[in-house]
């Protein structure tokens, strides 16, 4: 389901304890999950998610199914720690995951314009589903 997901949303909170809520584009890369600040219009790059993870790296990001069939419905939370990527390969690895996953990403150029590539290591998974199967 992570694989396959086309958006998440993340869960932040700073150091007085205020969370925050995004939904972002991610990307499933080995044991990691990869998310960029990208070009979409913001109001600044100072972005809050980012000063958020330097004061306080531990995150979830939430990826859910909804359907009007409630039997249908099912939901991943992965808990873990956020930091930015700064190693040069792992940034390419990830920008090329993303842009494989997301092609809106070919035309934004996303690997000249990504502000920040973000890892998410998870520490716990959790699932769940109304019925069992796929």
Not at 37 to 47: E, F, I, M, S
Not at 104 to 119: D, F, P
């Amino acid at each position: 389901m992570l694989a396959r997901a086309r958006v998440g949303r993340l869960a932040t909170v700073d150091a007085a304890g205020q969370p925050m809520v995004v939904p972002v584009c991610f990307a499933l890369l080995g044991e990691r999950l990869y998310w960029a600040v990208d070009a979409k219009p913001k109001q600044t790059r100072n972005l809050r998610r980012l000063r958020n993870i330097a004061e306080n790296p531990r995150v979830s990001l939430v990826v859910d199914e909804w359907d009007e069939d409630w039997q249908r419905l099912r939901w991943v939370i992965v808990e873990g720690t956020a930091v930015e990527v700064t190693n040069a390969d792992e940034r390419a690895r990830a920008l090329d995951a993303l842009v494989a996953k997301y092609p809106q990403y070919v035309t934004m150029q996303l690997a000249t314009v990504a502000h920040a590539v973000v890892a998410i290591t998870p520490a716990r998974v959790i699932a769940w589903r109304a019925t069992p199967g796929d």
